[in-house]
Nanobody
Framework: QVQLVESGGGLVQPGGSLRLACATS????????IGWFRQAPGKERDFVGY????????YYADSVLGRFSMSRDSADNTVYLQMNSLKPEDTAVYYC???????????????WGQGTQVTVSS
């Protein structure tokens, strides 16, 4: 049974940092691309970044480039999203998802976690 479980969300002040974790099970992590997406109230689900299968190459949305970074721990079957220099506009529910080929399109991801809330506010 494929599962993805996000954790690490919370309330942080502008300029602060958070690290989200996406714990996976039921599949071999290295053979799947993992994407991070976010959805603010009343808005569509937006692409944040992905890490490709095998090589682990990363790619980020322009809005987070230079502030967010992804990493993969294959031994723990976990993908991390390190978020630095957070801004109020980063406030959203953050989701991780798995697919065969990395893409920025949420509809092409097969498996999703339940999401974790990130709130950036003073």
């Amino acid at each position: 049974q494929v599962q993805l479980v996000e954790s690490g969300g919370g309330l942080v002040q502008p300029g602060g940092s958070l690290r989200l974790a996406c714990a996976t099970s039921g599949f071999t992590l290295d053979y799947y691309a993992i994407g991070w997406f976010r959805q603010a109230p009343g808005k569509e689900r937006d692409f944040v970044g992905y890490i490709t299968r095998i090589s682990g190459r990363t790619y980020y949305a322009d809005s987070v480039l230079g502030r967010f970074s992804m990493s993969r721990d294959s031994a723990d079957n976990t993908v991390y999203l390190q978020m630095n220099s957070l801004k109020p506009e980063d406030t959203a529910v953050y989701y991780c998802a798995a697919t065969n080929m990395a893409t920025v399109t949420p509809d092409e991801y097969h498996y999703w976690g339940q999401g974790t809330q990130v709130t950036v506010s003073s």
